[in-house]
């Protein structure tokens, strides 16, 4: 296993050495140490390898990510895992503002709680939240599912598109043209995958959460709204 | 941008430390904030004193301001010289007549008064401030500081932060207020003053107002979120603790962190990494337009 102590070498040296790797590589385990709160930790990773960092990672840790896996061992600053293409995130802590903003596929975990604006403008990315999210999650999400086990902050799903939220807690305030659906059998089949792959067990049960979505308003041009511009 | 750090002890042990860990704290952020920096640090204090932090050119003859001082105070002043800044201590109750004595001296500053509080600031990077001041030197209960990126208004000493509208109070902020000027004026007509154009300043008055009216920290702070319009993390210090608040859209960073010996407040984790035992503190994100507040018990 590849072993890298970011105490001594620059977190720009730790990327350019993962970007190096080829898709066949056999260096596929790598552990990072003192992060120390810095940012871009393991961004733009292609080659299908893992990568688990101990402690508190600072901005856009593991943004891009395409096929690794990325493990954080503590708390993530804004924009984890950012525009993330495929691949897995998997936060053991707290992550803040913007997780998973603008990810287009692969799966973002985060054992805490995530907070304000988790999930803006997501375009095919799953997450699963274990605990709270924050006000404006979801944010014109576009596709993908988002997963809360505990609350949603206020206005979540604000101008949504095609996204999925399933929250089981308490949603504080739906945001524009954002509503509650009806749970039908495939969408629970649907949130059992996910469950699955966020490691969650059948103690989770799918049909205790209330699914969100949008309400097909907004995003199109209303006639009756012609004296409004 | 801009970083903010507080730091709040809760273990007495460490006050000597108080300096060196704020200059810590402050020298990770001057990615955040290279223009200008100043932190407030709360200090010993004798009960019927206090004390001013002026600042003059270094052309000035600090003894003829300090004759002129010691006349208005009655008595030989207690000083000491930290780069640009001069730090004196007089009895409480000639406050009056040792101000206007200042006022004779047009080049030199008064950055700030209170019992405890000293304040210092200074264009530059942090680390350079820092030991310019002598930070690592200084001790205390709590401390606040602040890296400036400049957006509204220029870079000057005087736009630095903290910001200082009453006696032990300051405030750093980051981010910018819109409608400062329409709360600039109310508060002018309530007979506070202002010394630049600056938006923080006009919070640390604000708060000031409250707390003059009789508001606690906690109420003062919770009124700034109907009266103040715009994106801001506010750090507040007052002579029992400091206070933090962030607007209700949570716009711009922060994160605390809590051990049995300390609190701390830092704009980005990478300001708390040398904090004695971080690797067990509590870490958190605050949330918005909540109040949070440590004072001295």
New interface residues.
Partial sequence: MADIDLARSSVRDLNAALHRLGMDTNETRWRVRNPRGQHSVAVGLEAPVTVEIDGHVGYYCAGMNKDATVIVNGNAGQGVAENMMSGKVWVKGDASQAAGATGCGGLLVIDGNASARCGISMKGIDIVVKGDVGHLSAFMAQAGNLVVLGDAGEALGDSIYEARLFVRGKAHGLGADCVEKPMEDRHKAELRRLLDAAGLGREVDAGQFRRYGSARRLYHFHIDHAGSY | MCGIAGLFLKDRALESDLGALLAGMLAPLSDRGPDSTGFAVYGEGAAGTLKLTLRGPPTLDANVLLKCLAEAAGGPVVHRRHDTHLVVTIPAERAAVVREALRGFSEVALVGAGRRMELFKEVGRPDDVSRRFGLARMSGTHAIGHTRMATESAVTTDGAHPFTTGDDQCLVHNGSLSNHNAVRRELIREGLSFETENDSEVAAGFITAQLRGGRSLEQAMEASLTALDGFYTFVIGTEQGFGVLRDP??CK?A?MAETERWVAFGT???A??DLPGI?DAR???P??ARVYRWELQ
Avoid: G, N, S, T
């Fill in positions: 859209i949570a960073p994160v980005e984790y990478r708390l990494v690797d870490v958190w994100e949330a918005p």
